[in-house]
């Protein structure tokens, strides 16, 4: 309740660095998002997305704070074996969930399985390839990336979020950089 949501950012790195903190601690919104056909929304960096928390306050598991409307929260990764790639799931969160309830495993997949088109912009998900931003706008129209609510427990400048694009899903287990701005898509609780 007493999060204000940062003004947006065009996605210069002379912005971010200006500031009085670093863009993996301090929330940045990225937007609008270049080529926008009306449906990827803004990107938002991890601390952003779960309203200012940091790589000191959250270090491992889920947070429970979020830019999500009351009621509303960010999805859970679940927990993952990371010591083997591909990751081991060994309790579901929300997102491997998901992808169970679409007919999947809960962990990477990719070419031809039938809960991949599920994820897809045309599928049940609805899921938009918004791409990310790191140094800039990247991937837009090609992958879709959505942050979880779970710090990374082996990468403190990581967190999970959900990957797909039209041949593979990682469902809340990609890891990727706190810094970047990904997509948010919250859960009624």
Same mark, same amino acid.
């Given at each position: 309740s007493n999060f204000t949501l940062p003004?947006?950012?065009?996605?210069? @790195? &002379?912005?971010?660095?200006?500031?009085?903190?670093?863009d993996y601690d301090t929330p940045y919104a990225y937007g609008p998002v270049d080529n926008d056909p009306g449906n990827y929304g803004y990107l938002y960096n991890f601390s952003a997305a779960t309203a200012?928390?940091? @790589? &000191?306050?959250l270090t491992t598991g889920n947070t429970?704070?979020?830019?999500?409307?009351?009621n509303w929260r960010l999805p859970s990764a679940g927990v993952y074996d990371t010591s083997n790639w591909p990751y081991t799931l060994v309790t579901p969160g929300d997102f491997s969930g998901l992808d169970i309830a679409f007919g999947g495993t809960g962990t990477?997949?990719?070419g031809g399985e039938s809960n991949i088109a599920k994820w897809q912009p045309t599928g049940p998900f609805k899921g938009s390839f918004s791409g990310y931003w790191s140094d800039g706008f990247g991937d837009q129209g090609d992958t879709g990336r959505l942050w979880s609510a779970s710090a990374h427990p082996d990468y403190p400048d990581g967190a999970f979020n959900a990957y797909f694009d039209p041949s593979d899903?990682?469902?809340?287990y990609d890891d990727f950089d706190r810094s970047s701005g990904v997509g948010v898509r919250c859960l009624l609780n």
């Amino acid at each position: 309740s007493n999060f204000t949501l940062p003004q947006l950012n065009n996605g210069s @790195r &002379a912005i971010i660095w200006s500031g009085t903190g670093n863009d993996y601690d301090t929330p940045y919104a990225y937007g609008p998002v270049d080529n926008d056909p009306g449906n990827y929304g803004y990107l938002y960096n991890f601390s952003a997305a779960t309203a200012g928390e940091t @790589r &000191a306050t959250l270090t491992t598991g889920n947070t429970q704070h979020s830019i999500c409307p009351a009621n509303w929260r960010l999805p859970s990764a679940g927990v993952y074996d990371t010591s083997n790639w591909p990751y081991t799931l060994v309790t579901p969160g929300d997102f491997s969930g998901l992808d169970i309830a679409f007919g999947g495993t809960g962990t990477y997949v990719e070419g031809g399985e039938s809960n991949i088109a599920k994820w897809q912009p045309t599928g049940p998900f609805k899921g938009s390839f918004s791409g990310y931003w790191s140094d800039g706008f990247g991937d837009q129209g090609d992958t879709g990336r959505l942050w979880s609510a779970s710090a990374h427990p082996d990468y403190p400048d990581g967190a999970f979020n959900a990957y797909f694009d039209p041949s593979d899903v990682l469902p809340g287990y990609d890891d990727f950089d706190r810094s970047s701005g990904v997509g948010v898509r919250c859960l009624l609780n």
